[in-house]
Nanobody, 122 residues
Framework: QVLLVESGGGLVQARGSLTLSCAAS????????MGWFRQAPGREREFVSL????????YYADSVKGRFTISRNNAKNTVYLQMNRLKPEDTAVYYC???????????????WGQGTQVTVSS
């Protein structure tokens, strides 16, 4: 089991930026594709982005494409989510998770962090 800890959330005004980090406990982190999801109150968990174990391939939900950038540093066992031009509808708890699949489905992910709150004010 890989323990994941997200950080970097907070309160930001619309059109602002935040960078989320997700630190993994295991060096085997580099063997996993890593995803970011978010969940707003009363809504289902939503796929945001996915990055391959090598960092070469990346995949984004249409709602964040062009505004968010996923990256990873395997030497630091960390994956990042750079979020620009934030909108109030981006408000949610953001989670990182491990997977060996190339999939936006939460069921395909194994280990999950505890989440970090992102609130975007209008």
């Amino acid at each position: 089991q890989v323990l994941l800890v997200e950080s970097g959330g907070g309160l930001v005004q619309a059109r602002g930026s935040l960078t989320l980090s997700c630190a993994a406990s295991e060096p085997t982190f580099s063997n996993y594709n890593m995803g970011w999801f978010r969940q707003a109150p009363g809504r289902e968990r939503e796929f945001v982005s996915l990055i391959a174990e090598t960092g070469i391939s990346r995949y984004y939900a249409d709602s964040v494409k062009g505004r968010f950038t996923i990256s990873r540093n395997n030497a630091k066992n960390t994956v990042y989510l750079q979020m620009n031009r934030l909108k109030p509808e981006d408000t949610a708890v953001y989670y990182c998770a491990t997977t060996r699949a190339w999939s936006p489905r939460p069921l395909d992910y194994v280990d999950w962090g505890q989440g970090t709150q992102v609130t975007v004010s209008s």
